[in-house]
T-cell receptor
Framework: GENVEQHPSTLSVQEGDSAVIKCTYS??????FPWYKQELGKRPQLIID?????GEKKDQRIAVTLNKTAKHFSLHITETQPEDSAVYFC???????????FGSGTRLSIRP | EPEVTQTPSHQVTQMGQEVILRCVPI?????FYWYRQILGQKVEFLVS????????KSEIFDDQFSVERPDGSNFTLKIRSTKLEDSAMYFC?????????????FGPGTRLTVL
């Protein structure tokens, strides 16, 4: 079935440290993996994405890695800042239907 | 930068009533979606729409739900007879294409409260 597993559900890190969130997906046909950041009461905002022909992608303090063989992908945030506090969702696109299946979310808290 | 917009931002209704949630996708986009998020839970896919017909729908999207593109700009979600468990944030999204190269952009959401 179509499923995206995400962990941890909550993560607390000291400001300046790194945060890592990991996800696995079930459908080997998935070829697009976006990451969304959601602040309280707001819409999910795309922060970075990766496609299946790429193993790693970086954008300033954020990086994603993808292992298609193992069907898992990860988000890495370095030098965390207070404004990084939010819920982060990984997701996988099931292109047969153009639908995005979301993970269950990780609540990231940055301790000052 | 163009954005997806949604109205209303908050809708309160009585159980059994019909509601229509409205969305204006980004103007040159061809694929449209509805997702919902029950408070504190993950975002769940409801339906995708392309070329004036439903492409895919989830098991959540039962006969009480319908979607329509009544004109060239709006995309609506109708819930015929609301239930308490329909209370959630409903997000509309749109994308230029339907494949891996096409980012889905989310609207700000409509918070539906069913009493």
């Amino acid at each position: 079935g179509e499923n995206v597993e995400q962990h941890p559900s909550t993560l607390s890190v000291q400001e300046g440290d790194s945060a890592v969130i990991k996800c696995t997906y079930s459908d080997s046909a998935s070829n697009y993996f976006p990451w969304y950041k959601q602040e309280l009461g707001k819409r999910p905002q795309l922060i970075i994405d990766i496609r299946s022909n790429v193993g790693e992608k970086k954008d300033q303090r954020i990086a994603v890695t993808l292992n298609k063989t193992a069907k898992h992908f990860s988000l890495h945030i370095t030098e965390t800042q207070p404004e990084d506090s939010a819920v982060y969702f990984c997701a996988a696109l099931y292109s047969s239907a153009s639908k995005i299946i979301f993970g269950s979310g990780t609540r990231l808290s940055i301790r000052p | 930068e163009p954005e997806v917009t949604q109205t209303p931002s908050h809708q309160v209704t009585q159980m059994g009533q019909e509601v229509i949630l409205r969305c204006v996708p980004i103007s040159n986009h061809l694929y449209f979606y509805w997702y919902r998020q029950i408070l504190g839970q993950k975002v769940e896919f409801l339906v995708s729409f392309y070329n004036n017909e439903i492409s895919e729908k989830s098991e959540i999207f039962d006969d009480q739900f319908s979607v329509e593109r009544p004109d060239g700009s709006n995309f609506t979600l109708k819930i015929r007879s609301t239930k308490l468990e329909d209370s959630a944030m409903y997000f509309c999204a749109s994308s230029l294409g339907g494949g891996a190269g096409d980012t889905q952009y989310f609207g700000p959401g409509t918070r539906l409260t069913v009493l």
